[in-house]
């Protein structure tokens, strides 16, 4: 997948992530570069002086507020920024330019609900562009729907509504994409295969699809 | 002050409580203010048990960092898990 | 009175710390290899995407069982063993203070792990739930089998253990230091075992809760965790609350005895000695206000995620400093790579790695991704394998010689440390690049691309768990042959080694005191007169697990599991009359700030902060499931609020008996004392009476049934566990009407009428604030 076709959240997500990556990289091959360093320099050799055990010299006071001011701040800015796309992921853009789908997981699959009273099972159709809401709910027992292609999910919990939007990214050649639906919350002995897909197509062919969903629904009667 | 008299006294007030608790309970006040009598009353007896019959009146002050902290726990327990309850 | 060589009856019987220790760390031992076979089978299944060993519900139950033993009766327990034996060496006592009941903690812990264990054998097998046993999975309806309840007992079980044993260690560390031993000067483990049993007291209690509550809603028809109200959220506040301070509990320990091994191997004091301490402190305190980040996927408020989000990175702070006080004590050092060196410093590069990615989950938005995947699966074995058990083998080697007195291989510990390290890393650091495959899954045939990972992941396994097994078989083989060690093979300066507790040797350069100076100081003061061993911790504990399989299997037989427990309680009461056992006496050294206070009031105080938390989460699932109710019924229409009333009344008048009661003791008045007691008693048995034998049939007649919903589920749980501790209280005062009637106390002597009425005075408040919760609001 090239960059464009990345659904936004995944490239906001990618991007904390190698931000929050790179410091903790240099913090963690600091801290354990002293100490690998220390523990071989310093080894025991014959006719290496012991340091005196006392005279430790000042109380490390300055080093610790030091220490903690830096890392306080780091954490902080980086807390900020995930403040951020948090606010982004938690509220989905108004109704009327969205999809609203209706999710149940169930044990051990999900079904899901459009608008116009469709109901697919574990295959979810959306169009690239638009933002689709879900509206995740569990009819039994704790569920998680998850889109790792998307770097988000979302727990499934009974007798309650939990909201997770996104949006799709149009293909460079306008191609349907198909992705995973995963449960990521343990639900029994069916977890490991409770897998749905997510078809991301053009506008026009996912309407294409929906109106013959209705219409085969209206000839058979609907339900 | 003589402590059995003190203890005598505490348990008078807590009965007075008890009562008072049950009165407020029955009268025709709106349903919040009846609510907020009753736990003020709860608040005040469970204070006064506390510093008399767990004797913490007549002990080294330091044994009360024990429930402080307890309580405190327990506070921030609550507080936690009931404003997350919504979306 | 000692056992010489091995004897059956005496490690049945043991009191001795020391002993306690050892039964600790052998028995959790046993665990790992039964908790690692499990995870071996677990990579053996994941070695191919698709494979036929395990089937679903046989893949779930091990990896639920791996989950908990390696927690629960593995990582925690070898801590505790560890303490066992060496806190009361570091702070200069002659045993904990309560060696009776340090006996019934590790026989309760042992029992748990044996119901535990058993669940797997029973019809429909054990619980398939992950270690976390989330709701509404947990419920009868989606895990009928009985094995689910046995496990959550066995839970609740090791809950009480724990309860009891951390009660233990924060008195004996608050009243049994010996001179010398001020605040200052206690050493870095102790301070660590300190903090981790204060957030065992915390973290104990809501978990007994939670798993209180799912037996009613599993056996007796309460619908906490199967009703939307309650149900996944709720359980998952009760289990954090618990789960999140776990952690703690079994990372703090091991970074103590990093700083015990570092210190030694590196001959310089720790670096910044009491900052240290202070980050401990704060890493204790902020622990219990982080659990919401296990939860940060349950769609529960925003603010109150992004608060938790903040607190787990402010947590970071302090946890980076104290790994920072390790790295720089190395830094003048001059340094022996001696094998529990090498682990402690292979812990630290576990702590760093586990520490930082812990970091990463903190950020909600990345959370999006981890949570639930590998990645987490990655980080926390990093946190729990790599910094506890490499921090707990250093121990394990690093007090081999003073444990056995013997030397191990060093040799072979050493190229097992390497063999461990790398096995580790193959293990876990390829679960980095596996955020996206779900946790508890045991196939991936959709998700060919993560097979590299996974394969070697299970090599790693390969090299790992042999290499572990080997390291114990080291120990063994040193234990068995090894050459007799010195006492002080280390030139260690800490005061379990040195025996010196002013500190006075600390201040030469380089010298270690003689250590069998100690050895015989210690002898001369033990009281040798009176026994020191018992057959009821061990018989009490049998009798609770007998009891709990019968109350889940077939009743009789919990009955007979009762009886037993019962009459071992009789029995440990006359002993306690007759003054049969030894008391340990305090030191009479260090006691700050508790100088004035006894150990059995400092010990009840302690034991009331846990029972305070124990309601407080009960009472919390209660308001919880209260406020997220549409209607609740109207109190004055399903109780009857006189009969409430006048119980209230009842049972302040008991509180003012018995308190009437200490007070006529204080100054000697034995027939104010009988009365006073009398009296209590007899309207404490009233208080039950009219409770069980008037107000409830009342309310059941009236269709308010425990399976009626969750008004009536909380009322009944609250209120039966409410008179459980009545009734304790009550069989209590029978002790003290016993001991009153032969006139065993004075105003001197009355420390249990004291102690009761503590208690007592504790079990009217928890009723004065359940009286208005239920009846009047």
Not at chain 3, 23 to 29: H, M, Q
């Amino acid at each position: 997948m090239s960059q464009q076709a990345l659904p936004p959240s995944a490239v906001d997500w990618n991007n904390f992530f190698n931000l929050t990556s790179y410091i903790g990289l240099i913090a963690a091959a600091l801290v354990i570069g002293l100490m690998v360093y220390w523990a071989i320099n310093n080894r025991y050799r014959k006719g290496r002086p012991v340091t005196a055990w006392q005279g430790l010299g000042r109380a490390p006071a300055r080093e610790a507020v030091t220490f903690a001011a830096i890392s306080t701040i780091l954490l902080f800015g980086l807390a900020v920024g995930s403040y951020r796309l948090n606010t982004y992921l938690q509220y989905p853009p108004p109704i009327s330019e969205s999809l609203v789908i209706d999710v149940t997981a169930f044990q051990w699959a999900f079904s899901f609900h459009y608008p116009n009273n469709v109901t697919t099972l574990d295959e979810c159709r959306i169009p690239t562009g638009q933002p689709i809401i879900f509206n995740v709910t569990s009819s039994d027992v704790m569920h998680n729907f998850g889109l790792p292609d998307f770097k988000v999910k979302i727990d499934a919990i009974p007798g309650r509504y939990n909201i997770l939007w996104i949006t799709a990214p149009t293909m460079p050649d306008n191609s349907t994409m198909t992705y995973q639906i995963r449960c990521y919350e343990l639900c029994g002995v069916g977890h490991t295969y409770m897998i749905a897909s997510l078809i991301a197509m053009p506008p026009s062919e996912f309407n294409q699809w929906l109106n013959s969903q209705t219409s085969s629904m209206n000839m058979t009667g609907g339900s | 002050m003589n402590r059995i008299f003190v203890y005598v006294l505490v348990w008078a007030v807590m009965v007075a409580g008890t009562l008072l608790q049950v009165v407020i309970f029955n009268s025709s006040a709106t349903a919040n203010l009846k609510n907020l009598g009753v736990v003020a009353i709860a608040v005040a007896e469970i204070l006064l048990a506390a510093t008399f019959y767990l004797n913490l009146r007549y002990e080294p002050k330091i044994l009360a960092l024990f429930p402080i902290l307890a309580i405190l726990a327990v506070v921030v327990f609550i507080t936690a898990a009931t404003l997350a309850v919504g979306m | 009175m000692a056992y010489q060589g091995f004897s059956i009856k005496r490690w049945l019987t043991t009191t001795d710390h020391k002993d306690i220790g050892i039964l600790y760390i052998v028995t959790s031992i046993y665990f790992i290899i039964v908790g690692g076979s499990l995870a071996e089978l677990v990579r053996i299944q994941l070695a191919v995407p698709s494979n036929s060993l395990l089937v679903p519900a046989t893949y779930e139950q091990t990896v639920t069982l791996h989950g908990l033993i390696m927690i629960l009766w593995f990582l925690s327990p070898l801590g505790v063993g560890l303490a066992n034996y060496f806190v009361p060496k570091q702070i200069g006592a002659k045993d904990m203070s309560f060696p009776r009941l340090n006996a019934m903690s590790y026989w309760l812990y042992l029992f748990s792990g044996v119901l535990l264990l058993s669940t797997l054998f029973l019809p429909g097998g054990g619980a398939g739930t992950g270690w976390t046993l989330y709701a509404p999975l947990n419920t009868s309806l989606y895990s009928p089998q009985p094995g689910v309840t046995l496990a959550a007992l066995a839970f609740a079980m090791l809950a009480v253990s724990v309860t009891i044993s951390s009660i233990n260690f924060i008195t004996t560390i608050l009243r049994a230091r010996a001179k010398g031993v001020t605040w200052r000067r206690l050493p870095a483990f102790t301070w660590s075992i300190l903090m981790t049993n204060i957030l065992m007291l915390f973290a104990f209690p809501p978990i007994a809760a939670a798993l209180v509550l799912l037996t009613t809603d599993r056996v007796l028809g309460t619908v906490f965790f199967s009703s939307f109200e309650g149900g996944s959220i709720l359980w998952a506040q009760l289990f954090w609350f618990f789960g999140h301070p776990e952690v703690y509990i079994v990372a703090l320990p091991a970074l103590g005895i990093m700083a015990e091994v570092l210190v030694t191997f590196a001959q310089r004091p720790l670096f910044g000695k009491t900052l240290f301490v202070i980050e401990l402190s704060a890493v204790t305190a902020l622990s219990i206000g982080v659990w919401i980040h296990h939860m940060f996927m349950t769609g529960i408020g925003f603010d109150v995620r992004e608060a938790f989000s903040l607190t787990t990175l402010a947590i970071s702070v302090p946890f980076e400093g104290l790994v920072l006080n390790l790295v720089l004590t190395l830094r003048k050092g001059t340094i022996k790579l001696t094998t529990p060196m090498l682990y402690a410093l292979g812990g630290i590069f576990f702590v760093i790695l586990g520490g930082i990615t812990g970091v990463f989950q903190g950020f909600i938005v990345l959370d999006y991704l981890f949570h639930g995947s590998y990645w987490v699966v990655g980080h926390f074995h990093y946190v729990m394998v790599g910094t506890a058990i490499f921090g707990l083998v250093a121990a394990l080697y690093y007090w081999f010689p003073k444990i056995t007195n013997k030397m191990y291989n060093e040799k072979r510990g050493k190229i097992l440390f390497f063999i461990s390290f790398i096995g580790f890393n193959i293990l876990y650091f390829p679960y980095f690049f596996l955020a996206d495959m779900p946790r508890r899954i045991e196939s991936y045939a959709a998700n060919p691309q993560w097979w590299p990972f996974n394969l070697t992941a299970t090599i790693g396994a390969l090299i790992f768990g042999p290499a572990l097994l080997l390291t114990f078989a080291n120990l063994i083989q040193g234990y068995r042959k090894g050459k007799g060690a010195e006492a002080n093979p280390w030139g260690a300066r800490e005061t379990e080694w040195t025996g010196n507790f002013t500190g006075a040797a600390q201040a030469e350069e380089g010298v270690a005191a003689d250590s069998q100076k100690e050895v015989s100081r210690m002898e001369e003061n033990s009281p040798v007169e009176k026994s020191r061993f018992t057959y009821l911790p061990v018989t009490i504990s049998v009798g609770a697990a007998v009891f709990l399989t019968g109350f889940v299997l077939f009743w009789p037989v919990a009955v007979m599991g009762l009886g037993v427990i019962l009459a071992a309680i009789i029995q440990w009461f006359k002993d306690d009359v007759r003054d049969k056992y030894a008391v340990v006496k305090e030191a009479i050294g260090e006691n700050w700030p508790f100088n004035s206070v006894s150990k059995e009031k400092v010990g009840v105080w302690i034991f009331l902060v846990s029972e305070v938390v124990l309601f407080g989460s009960l009472l919390t699932a209660y308001i919880y499931v209260r406020l997220r109710s549409p209607v609740w019924p109207a109190a004055a229409q399903v109780h009857n609020i006189t009969i409430g009333t006048t119980n209230t009344l009842i049972l302040l008048t008991s509180s003012l008996a018995m308190i009437l009661a200490l007070q006529a003791i204080r100054s000697g008045s034995l027939r104010g004392l009988k009365s006073g007691l009398i009296g209590a008693f007899t309207l404490g048995t009233a208080f039950l009476a009219v409770k069980l034998g008037v107000e409830w049939p009342l309310e059941i007649a009236n269709g308010f049934v425990i399976s009626g919903g969750l008004a009536p589920s909380s009322y009944f749980t609250l209120m039966g566990v409410h008179a459980l501790h009545v009734g304790v209280g009550l069989a209590g005062m029978t002790y003290l009407i016993a001991k009153a009637f032969s006139g065993r106390f004075t105003a001197q002597s009355h420390t249990s009428v004291e102690l009761l009425g503590l208690y007592w005075a504790f079990v009217d408040i928890v009723w004065l604030i359940l009286f208005p919760l239920f009846y009047l609001v």
